[in-house]
Protein backbone atom coordinates (compact mmCIF):
# COMPACT_ATOMS: atom_id res chain seq x y z
CA UNK A 1 0.00 0.00 0.00
CA UNK A 2 1.17 3.01 -1.17
CA UNK A 3 1.45 5.76 1.96
CA UNK A 4 -1.04 8.75 2.07
CA UNK A 5 0.60 12.51 0.20
CA UNK A 6 0.77 15.38 2.71
CA UNK A 7 1.01 18.58 2.04
CA UNK A 8 0.94 21.19 4.70
CA UNK A 9 -2.66 22.85 5.60
CA UNK A 10 -2.12 26.53 4.49
CA UNK A 11 -2.04 28.83 7.15
CA UNK A 12 -5.26 30.12 6.98
CA UNK A 13 -6.52 26.58 7.48
CA UNK A 14 -4.91 25.56 10.48
CA UNK A 15 -7.31 25.04 13.28
CA UNK A 16 -6.95 26.73 16.67
CA UNK A 17 -6.61 22.97 17.95
CA UNK A 18 -3.20 22.30 15.72
CA UNK A 19 -1.68 25.87 17.02
CA UNK A 20 -2.43 25.00 20.31
CA UNK A 21 -0.54 22.07 20.27
CA UNK A 22 2.37 23.16 18.07
CA UNK A 23 2.26 26.46 20.58
CA UNK A 24 2.74 23.60 23.70
CA UNK A 25 5.38 21.74 21.35
CA UNK A 26 7.63 24.56 21.21
CA UNK A 27 10.21 26.50 24.02
CA UNK A 28 8.21 28.60 26.27
CA UNK A 29 8.78 32.27 26.15
CA UNK A 30 11.92 32.72 28.42
CA UNK A 31 13.31 30.22 29.08
CA UNK A 32 16.63 28.59 28.15
CA UNK A 33 15.86 26.49 24.60
CA UNK A 34 16.60 22.73 25.67
CA UNK A 35 19.19 21.94 23.52
CA UNK A 36 19.05 18.12 23.49
CA UNK A 37 18.21 16.38 20.00
CA UNK A 38 14.18 15.87 20.39
CA UNK A 39 12.93 12.13 18.99
CA UNK A 40 9.29 11.97 18.03
CA UNK A 41 7.81 7.96 18.03
CA UNK A 42 5.26 7.01 15.22
CA UNK A 43 2.62 4.94 15.99
CA UNK A 44 4.23 1.16 15.07
CA UNK A 45 3.14 -0.62 12.25
CA UNK A 46 1.66 -3.93 13.26
CA UNK A 47 2.14 -6.09 9.72
CA UNK A 48 1.65 -9.55 11.20
CA UNK A 49 0.10 -11.42 14.11
CA UNK A 50 -0.11 -14.91 14.04
CA UNK A 51 -4.19 -16.64 13.49
CA UNK A 52 -6.26 -16.15 17.02
CA UNK A 53 -3.04 -13.98 18.44
CA UNK A 54 -4.24 -12.05 22.13
CA UNK A 55 -2.54 -9.61 20.94
CA UNK A 56 -5.18 -8.61 17.96
CA UNK A 57 -7.44 -5.49 18.17
CA UNK A 58 -5.93 -4.23 21.67
CA UNK A 59 -4.17 -1.26 19.84
CA UNK A 60 -0.65 -2.87 20.15
CA UNK A 61 0.85 0.12 17.53
CA UNK A 62 -0.26 2.58 20.28
CA UNK A 63 1.09 0.48 23.18
CA UNK A 64 4.18 -0.42 21.38
CA UNK A 65 4.71 3.31 20.55
CA UNK A 66 4.62 4.17 24.17
CA UNK A 67 6.85 1.33 25.37
CA UNK A 68 9.32 2.45 23.15
CA UNK A 69 9.08 5.92 23.73
CA UNK A 70 9.30 5.17 27.50
CA UNK A 71 12.69 3.52 27.22
CA UNK A 72 14.15 6.06 24.94
CA UNK A 73 12.40 8.70 27.87
CA UNK A 74 15.10 7.04 29.94
CA UNK A 75 17.83 8.72 28.89
CA UNK A 76 18.23 12.00 30.25
CA UNK A 77 20.46 13.01 26.98
CA UNK A 78 16.79 12.82 24.69
CA UNK A 79 14.15 15.38 24.90
CA UNK A 80 11.36 12.94 24.12
CA UNK A 81 8.47 14.36 21.89
CA UNK A 82 5.38 13.56 23.65
CA UNK A 83 3.01 10.53 22.24
CA UNK A 84 -0.24 12.71 22.95
CA UNK A 85 1.42 16.12 21.06
CA UNK A 86 2.52 13.76 17.99
CA UNK A 87 -0.27 11.87 17.45
CA UNK A 88 -2.72 14.77 18.36
CA UNK A 89 -1.03 16.88 15.22
CA UNK A 90 -1.18 13.10 13.15
CA UNK A 91 -4.69 13.84 13.85
CA UNK A 92 -5.69 17.13 13.01
CA UNK A 93 -3.93 16.06 9.50
CA UNK A 94 -6.49 12.84 9.04
CA UNK A 95 -3.27 10.09 9.73
CA UNK A 96 -4.15 9.23 13.60
CA UNK A 97 -2.42 5.93 14.60
CA UNK A 98 -1.29 5.42 10.85
CA UNK A 99 2.38 4.12 10.82
CA UNK A 100 2.70 3.62 6.60
CA UNK A 101 3.37 7.45 6.26
CA UNK A 102 5.75 8.24 3.30
CA UNK A 103 9.67 10.31 3.84
CA UNK A 104 8.63 13.51 3.44
CA UNK A 105 5.64 13.88 5.69
CA UNK A 106 7.63 12.51 8.53
CA UNK A 107 10.13 14.67 8.26
CA UNK A 108 6.97 17.49 8.35
CA UNK A 109 5.49 16.20 11.13
CA UNK A 110 8.84 16.05 13.19
CA UNK A 111 9.21 20.20 12.03
CA UNK A 112 5.90 20.96 13.58
CA UNK A 113 6.56 19.04 17.23
CA UNK A 114 10.46 20.50 17.06
CA UNK A 115 11.59 17.13 16.90
CA UNK A 116 15.52 16.31 15.24
CA UNK A 117 14.75 13.18 14.44
CA UNK A 118 11.09 10.92 13.47
CA UNK A 119 11.21 6.87 14.20
CA UNK A 120 8.99 4.62 12.46
CA UNK A 121 8.72 1.31 13.62
CA UNK A 122 7.20 -1.92 12.17
CA UNK A 123 5.98 -4.98 14.02
CA UNK A 124 6.05 -8.81 12.53
CA UNK A 125 5.03 -11.72 14.50
CA UNK A 126 5.38 -15.18 12.50
CA UNK A 127 3.82 -17.55 15.23
CA UNK A 128 6.26 -16.24 17.85
CA UNK A 129 9.36 -15.43 15.85
CA UNK A 130 9.29 -11.63 16.20
CA UNK A 131 10.69 -8.95 14.00
CA UNK A 132 11.13 -4.88 14.67
CA UNK A 133 12.20 -3.00 12.36
CA UNK A 134 13.07 0.86 12.61
CA UNK A 135 14.16 3.74 10.05
CA UNK A 136 14.84 6.97 11.60
CA UNK A 137 14.53 10.16 9.04
CA UNK A 138 16.94 13.43 10.21
CA UNK A 139 14.00 15.95 9.76
CA UNK A 140 15.95 18.74 8.78
CA UNK A 141 17.11 16.73 5.77
CA UNK A 142 14.48 14.31 5.33
CA UNK A 143 16.71 12.16 4.36
CA UNK A 144 16.86 8.56 6.44
CA UNK A 145 19.66 8.15 8.32
CA UNK A 146 19.56 4.78 10.07
CA UNK A 147 17.50 1.49 8.86
CA UNK A 148 18.15 -1.36 11.75
CA UNK A 149 16.17 -4.73 12.61
CA UNK A 150 15.92 -6.81 15.67
CA UNK A 151 14.66 -10.05 15.74
CA UNK A 152 14.17 -13.17 18.10
CA UNK A 153 11.63 -15.13 20.54
CA UNK A 154 12.70 -13.64 23.74
CA UNK A 155 9.94 -11.30 25.09
CA UNK A 156 8.56 -8.65 23.33
CA UNK A 157 9.23 -6.02 26.13
CA UNK A 158 13.17 -7.22 25.71
CA UNK A 159 13.33 -6.57 21.90
CA UNK A 160 11.45 -3.33 22.44
CA UNK A 161 14.55 -2.17 25.07
CA UNK A 162 17.04 -3.65 21.91
CA UNK A 163 15.45 -1.68 19.81
CA UNK A 164 15.94 1.84 21.54
CA UNK A 165 19.51 0.81 22.12
CA UNK A 166 19.69 0.49 18.04
CA UNK A 167 18.50 3.96 17.57
CA UNK A 168 20.63 5.66 20.03
CA UNK A 169 23.77 3.55 18.95
CA UNK A 170 22.93 4.20 15.32
CA UNK A 171 22.13 7.90 15.47
CA UNK A 172 25.48 8.37 17.32
CA UNK A 173 23.09 9.76 20.49
CA UNK A 174 24.59 10.04 23.92
CA UNK A 175 23.55 6.01 25.39
CA UNK A 176 21.88 5.47 28.34
CA UNK A 177 23.48 5.92 31.43
CA UNK A 178 25.05 2.56 33.00
CA UNK A 179 23.32 3.52 36.42
CA UNK A 180 19.95 3.58 34.60
CA UNK A 181 20.84 0.71 31.84
CA UNK A 182 22.05 -1.44 35.12
CA UNK A 183 18.62 -0.21 36.81
CA UNK A 184 16.51 -0.80 34.36
CA UNK A 185 17.98 -4.29 33.27
CA UNK A 186 15.66 -6.05 35.51
CA UNK A 187 12.57 -4.78 34.43
CA UNK A 188 10.64 -7.47 32.39
CA UNK A 189 6.50 -7.24 31.01
CA UNK A 190 5.18 -10.26 30.53
CA UNK A 191 3.05 -10.42 27.07
CA UNK A 192 -0.54 -9.96 28.73
CA UNK A 193 0.91 -6.72 30.98
CA UNK A 194 1.59 -5.59 27.31
CA UNK A 195 -1.72 -6.22 26.07
CA UNK A 196 -3.45 -4.43 28.96
CA UNK A 197 -1.05 -1.38 28.43
CA UNK A 198 -1.62 -1.11 25.11
CA UNK A 199 -5.31 -1.78 26.04
CA UNK A 200 -5.34 1.36 27.94
CA UNK A 201 -3.49 3.23 25.74
CA UNK A 202 -5.98 3.03 22.63
CA UNK A 203 -8.63 3.82 24.68
CA UNK A 204 -6.93 7.38 26.37
CA UNK A 205 -6.18 7.83 22.56
CA UNK A 206 -10.03 7.14 21.74
CA UNK A 207 -11.05 9.74 24.01
CA UNK A 208 -12.03 7.70 26.64
CA UNK A 209 -9.82 8.04 30.01
CA UNK A 210 -11.87 6.24 31.85
CA UNK A 211 -11.45 3.25 30.28
CA UNK A 212 -7.89 3.56 30.08
CA UNK A 213 -7.74 4.35 34.21
CA UNK A 214 -9.65 0.74 34.24
CA UNK A 215 -7.34 -1.13 32.45
CA UNK A 216 -4.66 0.25 34.16
CA UNK A 217 -5.46 -0.47 37.19
CA UNK A 218 -6.09 -4.02 36.35
CA UNK A 219 -2.53 -3.79 35.10
CA UNK A 220 -1.58 -2.64 38.40
CA UNK A 221 -3.75 -5.38 40.67
CA UNK A 222 -1.91 -7.82 38.15
CA UNK A 223 1.67 -7.09 37.57
CA UNK A 224 2.41 -4.69 40.37
CA UNK A 225 5.99 -4.71 39.67
CA UNK A 226 5.48 -2.92 36.39
CA UNK A 227 5.86 0.82 36.53
CA UNK A 228 4.01 1.64 33.14
CA UNK A 229 0.91 1.37 34.50
CA UNK A 230 1.29 3.19 37.44
CA UNK A 231 3.13 6.04 35.62
CA UNK A 232 0.72 6.41 32.95
CA UNK A 233 -2.17 5.46 35.26
CA UNK A 234 -0.51 9.05 37.65
CA UNK A 235 -0.32 10.70 34.39
CA UNK A 236 -3.53 10.64 33.21
CA UNK A 237 -5.25 11.06 36.89
CA UNK A 238 -3.10 14.13 37.17
CA UNK A 239 -4.67 15.71 33.95
Do not use: K
Not at 67 to 78: C, K, R, T, V
Not at 118 to 127: A, E, I, L, P, W
Not at 159 to 165: H, K, N, Q, R, S
Amino acid sequence: MRARPFTLVPAPIITVALAALVAASSPAFGQEPDTRPGVAVLPFDVTQLPPNSDLAGSGLNFGLQHILLSELNANPALRIIERRVLNEIMEEFGLHGSANIDQRTQAELGRLVFARYMVGTSYFDDRGDVRLDVRVINVETSEIILTARVSGRESLFDLIGTLAEEVTNGVDLPPLPAAVREARSSDTMPQEAIRLLSLAVREHEAGDTDQAIEYLTLGIDRYPDVSAFTDLRAELLEA
